[in-house]
Every structure is written in C-alpha cells, then in structure tokens.
C-alpha cells in the first residue's frame, strides 16, 4: 500500500511539472480555462446534442465534462443518439465507446444493441458502432492500422481513470492513448477532469455540462 500510495504522489508531482510547463508555452495563446464553455442543462446532456454533434464532425481531440447520471452514454448509443446518427451521415467512419469494465459493455449490448468487444471477441470492423472494454483497444488499434484504411471516433467513457488506474492498466492506457492521437475525432468523457486536464493536450474543453441548481 505504501508504494502505491508513493507511486501516486509521484505520478501527481510530474503532472504538476508538466501542467507548469505547458502553461509558460501558452503564452499570448487562449488558456484551458478561456477554451472551456460552460451549458446548463434540466437533467441530460443529449439536450446540448446538437452542440456534441457538431464537436465530433470536426477533427481534433476533445474534453467533455459532465456530472454524473446526466445520460451520458445513453445521449451517444441510444437508437435516436449522436452514434447512429453521425454513422448514417459517414459512411466511411466507425464509432467506439471505451468503458473501463466488461458489465458496462455488455449492458450496452443489451440496451443499446450495439457490438460489445469484450473478453474472447476480436473487433469486427463492419460493426460501425463498438463498445469495448479499455484493454480491448490492442484489437481496434491492429485494425486500423493493418486491415483499413477507414476513420473512426473513439469516446473514452470514465477517462479520468486513465490518471487513477495507470499503475495496473499501463498497456490499455498507452494503447488509448495511441487510438486518442490516430482517431479522426477523439473525447475524454468525464465529471472529474482536473488531472486530464493538467496531463493530456486537448484542441477545445469543450462543452462543461452540468445541471442547473434551480432544477
């Protein structure tokens, strides 16, 4: 226990370190805080849907935050959510779900009948819209790299434990991140952003979502 707590504190002293130095290069440029922007929604975030849509038609590499049980993952996979619609729209692009367990995934497949990748399955490039578990990622990686020559979005569900489970998910989480920096349009989903924030390059925090206090 000791030295994972050890591990921790050093893991947070070189994030510091880093997030000190991105900060003296962005000089003269916007900040993080001034690229965030801030909605205010009644209960789930697929009322901003049309804002997150035109986010994931552009390329780059995003944050959304939003607080918990405000529908996130039900705002993307739904049969009427941003997945099926921008699919339709793309043809030539895959949509991917990263969700850190294997029972996220497979209620995903049963709720939202999308392909789940987990455990003894391999990634079925022809499944336009995947759920996968985080150490999945090697399989969709191979795919993109050897078999097509197709783009694809990846929403990395839960991403700030990318930070909190570096230390026994290394692999998964270096294969994300390479995913994050092939992808044609890439989000960390999270209502806890504060080390992603200071760790990872992100082109727009953007949108911060969270429920109005007078709802």
Known sequence: LQIICCKYYIRVFLIKIKWYYNKTKMKGADTLKEQKTRYRIKRRINEKEDILINLLEQRGKYLIVSGTDTGKTYTFLADDGIFKYLAKRYEDRNFIIACPNRIQN??????????????????????????????????????????????????????????????????????LDKLRDMAYSSVHLTATPETLIDYYDYNLIKPEIFKSKSE
Request: aromatic share 10%; charged share 35%.
């Open 106 to 175: 497979l209620q995903n497949k049963e709720q939202y009948k999308v392909f789940a990748l987990v455990g003894g399955e391999r990634y079925d490039i022809t499944k336009r819209i995947t759920s996968m578990v985080y150490e999945k990622g090697e399989d969709v990686l191979k795919a993109f790299k050897d078999i097509t020559d197709k783009e694809f979005t990846i929403i990395i569900d839960e991403a700030h434990q990318l930070m909190l489970a570096e230390d026994y998910r290394k692999e998964a989480i270096e294969t």
